[in-house]
C-alpha cells in the first residue's frame, strides 16, 4: 500500500476577513449570498459563525459591520504569505487564499525534522505585513496526507503552536475527529455528511472501520473519497497520474499585453483548451502550474491544488488572481513585473479521473455555453467590465432588493446556481414578508415619483399604524427632478387597489431604517403598480408589466 | 482543379434545403400556436408591445432557456428576474449588457452578443444610424439568433409583432387581496407570424 505524502499546511484562520483589512479586536464579518464567511475573532465571542446569514448575525452582534466578499482581494493580500513561505519552501501549492500545502520531505531535512520546519514557518508567518495583521497567527500542521495536515493546521490555530502528527499516525489521528471535518474541509457533501451521522457514524473512525467495497456499494465514489480520507490513506487516488508533458499549453503574445484583461483573455482561451482536451478523455485537473513571464525575462510561477478539481473558470480565476497579485507588488521586490505579459503557460502538474462530478446527459459543458462564455468576454472588452453582468440572489422584501447584478468576470458560470425562485421564496424557501407572486416584471432600481389622491384630490397618508387615511383614488406620475421642480401628469383612476403591507428594516441602525408600506394598484387602464409609500412620499417600485 | 471547382459548385446546387421548421427554438405551449413552424424561427425578430410586453417576452425565451440556450439582456437592467423566475426562465443563464445608452456602441455590443447567444431581449435606443442596422440585420439572420425587441422597436425593423391588450386582474379587489393572475390577449402581426390571437395567463 502506498504510504500518503508527508504534507505541511499552512492556514490563516477567517482569511477574507484578515485580507478587508479588520483587525481582530473589531467585530466584523465577509458575506457572500447572505452568509458569512469569515468573521473576526471579536464576532466570534460575540457568537457569529460561518455559514450564519445576515440576520441572525446581526441580532447576535448588532454593532457589526458586514461587507461582500470579494476573492480578488483576499488573492492579492495574501501574495505576501505566499511569498514567505516561499522562501522557506519554493515548492508549493496555494488551495485557496489563506490556506497553502507543500511538501514536506525536502524542506524537513533540510531544516532538521517537522518540529524545526513548523516552527521557522509559523515564526516566518507571524506578524507578516501592516498594523491589521500584527496578532494573526497562522496554524501549521504536519501529517501525512492532504486531508490529515489539514486538520492539524485548524488544530493548530486552535491550541496556538504547531501540531505535528508522527510518520504513521494519521489514520490514528483522524479515527478519533469528528466527521463533520469532511464539510468543513469541502471534501464532501453535507448531505452526505449529515446521512453519515444519521447512520451512527459521527466519526471519521467508525466510516474508516468499514469495508470499502461496502461503502463503494452504498454510497459510490463519494463515499469512497470520504473513506479514503476518513482512513488516513489519503495518497493520491489510482486513478492520479502525471500528465503527458504535451498536455502543456502555452501562448506567447508577439504584442506584449500591458492591460490584465487582455491577458485574462488569452488564459481563458487556454483554460478552455485545457479543460475540454482533458475533459474528452474524461479526467479533470487537480493540480495547476501557472507560468507568466514578462517582455523582460520576468517570471511568475505558481501552482494551486484544488482537490474537486479545476474547471476552466476556476483555472483563469487563478490566472486572475496570481496576475493581481503580481501587479500590486510593491516596488523592488523581486521579480517585480516591469513590462507586459509576454507569454502565458497552463501545466496541468497533476490529473484525475473525473468520477465525482456528474455530468449533464451531454458532457458538462455545452457548445452553448462555451460560446456564450466566449461572447461575454468579449462583451467585456467592448464595454467594460461592470457592464457586463449576471444576476445572483440576495433576498429581500422589496422587489428590487432580491437580486443582484454582479460582472460577470467575478462568476464561476459553470459552478452556478441562481434560484428558480417560487412563490416568493428564494434558493432557501421562503422569505418572510415578501410579496406574493406573481412578481411584476419590470422592476425599478430607482423608484419613479407618483403622486396617490384620494376622492378628493388630497395626497393620501399611511399612518403609524399602518392606516391610511382614506380609499386611494387616483395616481398620478411625476416627471422632473428636485432641482428644476416636478410637473404632474394625468391623473388616472385606481379601479383596485390592496394595502398597506408595512415594512419596517433596519430599526436598530439609524443610517440605514427603513420604514415604508407597499400598495399593489390597478388603473383603468389595466396597468398593475406596486407603490410604496416612504417618509409621506409615494414612489413606484414596480410595474406589473 | 477545374473539376473540383465544378464539383464545389455542384454540391451547393444540391446541399439540401434547410426548411425554416428545422431551425426552431422552442416556444411553450400557450404561445406555440401563434408560429406556423411550431416555434421561434432562428434569425427573426419579434416585437413585443403593448401593457404586458415584458412578460410576454419572458413567457416566449423560457422554453428555450430552459432547454440551454443563453439570453443577452441589451439595456434593460429593469427585467424584473423574480417574474422572469416564475415563467420559467433559469437566471443561470441571463446575462445582462449595459451600453448606456450610446447608439453606436449599441450596434456593437448587439453585434458582438450575436456570436455567443441564442436569444437577444433588447431594447432599441432612438437615434441608431440606419446604415448600421441593416448591416446588423444582416448579421442578426446569419448568426440565427432571435431577437426580441421590447417596446418601440425604433430603427429596427421586426419580422413579427406580438401585441398584448385587454389585460384583466383577478384577486385584487377594492382594498383587499392580491394580484394572483392576469389574463392578456396576445395578438400576433407582421409579415412572418399568422395572424391569429391567443390568450397567456400570468399566474404564480
Redesign the interface.
Known sequence: MDIPQRIVTVWFPDWPVVAAGFPVDVAAAVMSANRVVARTAAAATDGVVVGQRRRQTQRRCPHITLIDHDADRDAREFEPMVRAVAEISPRLDVVEPGWITLRALGPSRYFGGDAPLADRLADRLTGIGGAETASLIPGVGVADGRFASSIAARLAVRQGHPVIVEAGESPAFCAELPIGWLQTLGESDPELIELFARLGLRRLGDLAALSAVDVLGRFGHPGVHAHRLASGADTRPSSTTDPAPERRLDQVLDDPAAQSSAVVFVAKQLADELAGSLGADGRVCTRLVVLLESEHGERSERSWYRSAGLTASAMVERVRWQLDAWIGLPRGSDQELTGGIALVRLTPDEVRADEGSQLGLWGGQ?E??R??????A??ST??SQD?????V?RGGRL?AD??E?VP?AMVD?DQ?????????SGPTGPWPGA???????????DPHPVEVLDEHGESLRVTGRGMVSA?PAMLRLLTGDDASGWRRGRPRPIV???GPWPVEERWWEPERHRRLARF?V?TD????YLVVAEHQRWWIS?R?? | MELAVDLAALTQRVAPVVLARERTIPVGADLAGLFAEGGLVRGRTVGCQGPAATSTALALVAAAVTAGAWMAVVDLPTIGLDAASELGVPLERIVAVGTGGDPARWVDVVAAAADGFDVLLVRVPSGLPAAAVRKLALRLRQREVVTIVLGDPGAMSCDGVLHTDAPQWSGLGDGHGHLRERRVVVQASGRRLLRRSCQLAISA
Not at chain 1, 452556478?416 to 416568493?424: L, P
Not at chain 1, 410579496?435 to 432600481?445: G, K, M
Not at chain 1, 387602464?525 to 398593475?528: I, K, L, R, T
Open positions: 455545452t452553448a455555453d460560446r456564450a462564455a466566449r461572447a461575454i468579449r462583451l467592448l464595454t457592464a457586463v453582468t449576471v444576476p440572489w422587489p432580491r437580486y447584478w460577470a458560470l452556478r446556481a441562481v434560484s428558480r425562485a417560487v412563490s416568493g410579496l406574493p407572486s406573481p412578481s411584476p416584471a419590470t422592476v425599478f432600481a380609499r383596485a387597489w390592496a399593489q390597478v387602464d389595466h396597468d398593475g414596480a406589473y408589466d
